[in-house]
């Protein structure tokens, strides 16, 4: 959660939301009461209301949403994602605030984890749907003396195509590269460690660029 980032009070004027998501880059802020989380305010709904006034009279446009901080992140990307959120309010079982989690401290965390960290190269797999196996895939990467790092699936809307990018434990993937055609997967990408972070870093700074907007 963030370390940096805290909650409006009912108190707090609209100016002061404002100003506070535009030193942080975000668009949204929890309302707290001392523990007690009242909801979620959006930059929107600030604009549409007077910026003098205190934000505890403001009607919000969302409907308060949150999550558990027994969650898994996933989950948490899946409900900020859902809701287009910059940030997201954490509660316990009991609903008592705890904190926030922002689309920059989700990009940080992925950053600084085993996978991201490790040198390696990454490829991008084309397959069908219906011929989709992880175990599959696994076998063959560990068939040419390489491992997976880490895996993620995405799927074209259009298609029953699945994108599988592959973070692998070796640079040299020429020959893993040659063993996944022989198996009929198509290979739409691959990146050395240096071309990876070069377009991660890209896409990072274009992330914060948006955020700041």
Do not use: W
């Not at 370390?3 to 929890?30: F, R």
């Not at 009279?57 to 949403?65: A, E, M």
Request: a negative charge; aromatic letters at 10%.
């Amino acid at each position: 959660m963030s370390g940096l980032l805290g909650p409006l009070k009912t108190s707090d004027t609209g100016e002061e939301a404002i100003s506070i998501m535009n030193v942080y880059h975000v668009k949204h802020l929890p309302i707290v009461n001392h523990t007690e989380l009242l909801g979620l305010i959006s930059e929107d709904d600030i604009l549409s209301h007077d910026l003098d006034a205190p934000i505890g009279s403001y009607r919000l446009s969302l409907v308060n949403p949150y999550c558990h901080e027994n969650e898994h992140l996933f989950e948490v990307m899946q409900k900020m994602a859902l809701n287009k959120l910059t940030v997201i309010p954490v509660v316990d079982q009991d609903n008592t605030f705890k904190g926030l989690v922002s689309i920059e401290d989700v990009v940080n965390f992925f950053g600084d984890s085993f996978a991201f960290k490790e040198p390696g190269s990454i490829i991008i797999l084309e397959t069908d749907r219906q011929n989709y196996s992880l175990s599959e895939i696994a076998r063959i990467a560990e068939s040419e003396g390489i491992l997976i790092f880490s895996s993620f699936v995405t799927a074209n809307l259009d298609s029953t195509i699945l994108y599988v990018t592959l973070k692998l434990n070796s640079f040299d993937v020429t020959r893993l590269l040659a063993a996944f055609r022989r198996y009929d997967y198509t290979v739409s990408g691959a990146f050395s460690e240096d071309e990876y972070i070069d377009t991660l870093k890209e896409r990072y700074n274009s992330l914060m660029n948006f955020l700041s907007i």
